[in-house]
Each structure stands twice: as C-alpha cells, then as structure tokens.
C-alpha cells in the first residue's frame, strides 16, 4: 500500500471540448451505443477517472468481478480474472487489437498504455469466445482510446513512501483531419523491502489522420523479483512493443494489423547472475479485414443444420 504525501497537477486546454456519446465496441465487432447491448459490459470513464488513479490496475479494481492479482504496484507481474476464470481465459483488448502475451498469461497485464492514453475501459463479462476465441472464456477486457478532441497539454506527478514517485503526461494536437496524442506514465519506487524496487515507463503516440489510426507504444518494467519464483532472489525485466494500423477502406470496410514483441529477461539470483540467466522473445502478428452491410428490410435468411 502506497501513502502519497504531496501530488502535483497542471492542465493547459487550448479550445473547448465538444459533447461526448458513450459506445461499446467490446460485445461487438461495431461500435454501438452501450443502452443497445445485449451483453453484460461495465464501461469505466478511465478519461474521467485519470486524475484520482495511478494505474490501469486502479481501474480495473472498480469492479467486483475482476481479480486482479499483483506482485507489486502498477501491475507489476500480474494477471487478471474475471468471475473465477484463470488468467489465460481473459483476453485483453486495445481498441479491439489483442494485447495478451503469447510468453505467459502470468504477464497478461504488461500492458504498453499510460492511463492518460485510455478513454474508456469496457469489461465485458462471461463468454466472448464467438467473437474472439477460447482465450476469451471468461470475459474480455478491451481498452479503448479516441483521438483527442482539443489540443492541451496535461501533467501531473507525485511522490510517497519508501521512495515512490510517478509522472504523467499528456499532449495531444487536433488540427484539421489530423489529430496527434503523445502520452508518457513513469512510476518507481525503491520497494518496501530489498530486492523489491521497480521502474515502470510507458510510451504512446497515437496518430489519425482521416480514416487512417497509426499506434506506437512502448513498455519497460524492471523490478526486484525478491521470492516471487521461490526463495530467491531473483530480478526480472520485461519489455513490450507495439504498432497497430486501422485503415478504413470506403464507408463500409476496415482494415486492421498489428504487431507486438514481448522480451523477458530473468535472472534467478540477482547478486549471482552468472548462475542463471533466461532471456525470452516472442513476437505476433494479428491482422483482420471487416466489411458491414446492410440488408434490405424485406431481406430472409434461411439456415439449416
């Protein structure tokens, strides 16, 4: 548990924000208004909720039917359940675009998004393994994040016990058919106890231009593993990267890939790395081609199984 004695906070806006409309894009492919689905899905304002959470993982603990389980603050080398199902049967989302590790779902909560990047977080409770495949069977946790409507720059930063500090920025341009948001979040802190000091820094740029959306993040997370894998101890360090490109092709057809690389460098005895050292890549590539139409209303459907 962190004690924050002093936090501090700017904000400069530069235009005024417009009206904004709540949709769910998590129980289906398109986006809908979240009064129209026909699924279980609690939507968390994250945008709203930035300046009282430190975390993604502050988030996530607003409702009851996830656990999240963590090592240390920030999410550090931890997992998440929805309703009683194990971590490699919750499947999270970044605007639609998986994020799960192919490594370890033990890490599937190393996630490249400073909060400030986040517009919306949509839990999306039972089975949605229809739409997204068995690593889906408990729930599906899908991150979303809309351009920016004005230009501004944000910071806020704070500092707590056993040596914590945090910063977090924000600046996003909106011009005319382009709109640019760059975020950082930089939480450390020495630990508690020896051995159990972190340095998480997180990167994104997310860029849209028309119809095209252009997602770059970065993600570095070494800490002290003191007794996490036994009675050693071990240091650990994990690194994810990430692009995702949309492109929409006329009015009714989108094109989605994506790319991530996830590195894990262990070390069993932090003192003694010569006696054994692991160090572990993965990369995956996901790519979709959506088209919706509209059938007329006198259209029929026949089925027979």
Not at 160 to 177: I, L, P, R
Not at 211 to 240: I, V
Not at 294 to 299: F, G
Request: charged letters at 20%; one cysteine or more.
């Amino acid at each position: 548990m962190r004690f924050w004695v002093a936090a501090l906070s700017c904000c400069a806006v530069l235009a005024q924000e417009p009206s904004k409309k709540t949709i769910v894009v998590t129980g289906a492919y398109e986006a809908i208004p979240l009064e129209e689905a026909d699924r279980n899905v609690k939507a968390i304002p994250a945008r709203e909720l930035a300046p009282l959470a430190g975390s993604i993982s502050d988030l996530m603990n607003l409702d009851a039917s996830v656990d999240l389980r963590e090592r240390a603050p920030g999410a550090v080398n931890s997992g998440l359940s929805i309703r009683g199902g194990s971590f490699g049967q919750s499947l999270i989302l970044w605007n639609g675009l998986r994020l799960n590790s192919a490594h370890t779902a033990n890490l599937s909560m190393d996630l490249p998004i400073p909060l400030e990047s986040m517009a919306q977080v949509e839990i999306l409770k039972g089975s949605g393994s229809t739409l997204y495949g068995s690593d889906a069977t408990a729930g599906v946790v899908n991150v979303i994040s809309r351009p920016p409507a004005l230009s501004e720059v944000r910071f806020r930063s704070g500092f707590g016990n056993w040596g914590t500090q945090q910063q977090h920025a924000s600046v996003a341009y909106v011009g005319k058919g382009l709109a640019q948001h760059w975020t950082m979040a930089r939480d450390f802190s020495r630990g508690f106890m020896a051995n159990r000091d972190y340095r998480n820094l997180s990167l994104a740029s997310q860029t849209q231009f028309r119809r095209t959306e252009l997602t770059l993040a970065l993600n570095d997370r070494p800490y002290g593993a003191e007794q996490f894998y036994g009675n050693f101890n071990s240091w650990e360090r994990t690194k994810a990267w990430f692009a995702g490109l949309r492109q929409g092709i006329g009015q009714k057809t989108n094109l989605l890939f994506a790319y991530r690389r996830n590195t894990d460098l262990f070390v069993l005895y932090r003192d003694r790395p010569q006696v054994f050292t692991n160090r572990h890549a993965v990369e995956t590539w996901q790519a979709s081609l959506r088209r919706v139409e509209n059938l007329p209303r006198n259209a029929r459907l026949h089925c027979r199984l």
